[in-house]
Each structure stands twice: as C-alpha cells, then as structure tokens.
C-alpha cells in the first residue's frame, strides 16, 4: 500500500522560502496517471488545498497562491516537493501531501501523509 | 473566489441518522464537481471517506454514505457510532483543475 511521508524544516524566517518534500514509499511515484498533491491546515482552521502535479510536469495551482508556490517531482527519488516563497506568518500550518487520481468522471484525493507543522517565526 | 459551504457544527445520538451537507457559491453541486468527504479526528490527518459523490474507499464503514440533495453535496451517517465524532470536510473539483475544500462540520455525538 503507497505511504506518504512529509519532511523539511520545521521553521522557516519571514520572507524566506518554505520547502517541504514528500517521500512515496509502497509504490512508484511515475507509476499510474495519479496526480500529487499539498493540503495545508493552520492550527485550529479548516484545509486548504495548495496545488497538484502529474508525473508528467503538468501542475494546477490555488489561484490564491500561484504567485508563491512551485510544485516539482523527482521522479528518480519518488519525491515531489513543495516550494512557497515570500513567507509570513499566516503560512504557519501543518502540511500534507497526498497522492489523488482522476478518470474521465471522477476525482479521489485517497492517500495522504501524517502532515508536518511548518512555523513562520523570526 | 468560489466558496464552498458546510454546516459549522451537528449535533447527532448515538444509533441516530445525520446529514452533513455541501454547498457550492457558484450554483448547484453536480457529478462534474466529483464531490469528496473526509474525516479528521485531533492530532490526526483527513481520512478519505467518499469520492465522485458516492463512491466508498475500501476502508470506509458501510454506514457512512454520499449523495447529491437539493443542489449540494451530502453525506449521511446511518446508525452512528461515538467514535464518528469529527471534524468533516468535503471537497469539490472546480473547472476539471482546482480544488477547493468547505469550512468544515463538527460533528458531535451526545
């Protein structure tokens, strides 16, 4: 069964960039026409999705964050990562990433990672 | 910006029935905004629980289930369990490329 596992820094400086990696274990990340996804959740709020890539290089953002965000996929590692630059302290949250799948009716977002707590602190 | 719209809070018995529900700013929810719904205890990650409106996880309970009513998404909780009380999430899929998750339902068992 895949398993998703979130890593990177726990804190990251006001205005610097934050970047986060998602191994994929139990299965290879360029196997399947899955996509790859970043979910983040600030303590006590509700979840936001941030944005999606396909294996093939293809990425979807959240409007709202599209300026700051870069998804990548290293496809030799099986990792996919998380870039957003110009932090602040509303980016403090715990970040998720998650492996979902589309067919020509239907959309699933069914595998996620145990999420890391990323905080924007000088 | 589109806004999806939950209940903020249910209350629910034990054995009883609830509905949660999903509602989407930009008219009515249909199968092209595949809806889906998690679960999310404390401390802990969503859980997937329905996609495509309807369609079960292979480890979702048999008494949690999906549908469209009236316009929205929903999810109902057929003979409930202490053990759902939780926060739930429902997510649809806007212009076959963004997602966008609701606010959020705390479901509360008493």
């Known amino acids: 069964q895949v398993q998703l596992q979130e890593s990177g820094p726990g804190l990251v400086k006001p205005s610097q960039t934050l970047s986060l990696t998602c191994t994929v274990s139990g299965d290879s990340i360029s196997s399947g026409s899955y996509y790859w996804s970043w979910i983040r959740q600030p303590a006590g709020k509700g979840l936001e999705w941030i944005g999606r890539?396909?294996?093939?290089?293809?990425?979807n953002y959240n409007p709202s964050l599209k300026s700051r965000v870069t998804i990548s996929v290293d496809m030799s590692k099986n990792q996919f990562s998380l870039k957003l630059s110009s932090v602040t302290a509303a980016d403090t949250a715990v970040y998720y990433c998650?492996?979902?799948?589309?067919?020509?009716?239907?959309?699933?977002?069914?595998?996620w990672g145990q999420g890391t707590l990323v905080t924007v602190s000088s | 910006q589109t806004v999806v719209t939950q209940e903020p809070s249910l209350t629910v018995s034990p054995g009883g029935t609830v509905t949660l529900t999903c509602a989407s700013s930009t008219g009515a929810v249909t199968s092209g905004y595949s809806p889906n719904w998690f679960q999310q205890k404390p401390g802990q990650a969503p859980r997937p629980l329905i996609y495509s409106i309807s369609k079960k996880h292979s480890w979702t309970p048999a008494r949690f289930s999906g549908s469209l009513l009236g316009g929205k998404a929903a999810l109902t909780l057929s003979g409930v369990q202490p053990e759902d009380e939780a926060e739930y999430y429902c997510l649809l899929y806007y212009d076959g490329a963004h997602w966008v998750f609701g606010g959020g339902t705390k479901l509360t068992v008493l």
């Open positions: 998650a492996r979902g799948y589309c067919t020509s009716t239907s959309c699933s977002m069914g595998y």
């Open positions: 890539i396909y294996t093939s290089g293809s990425t």
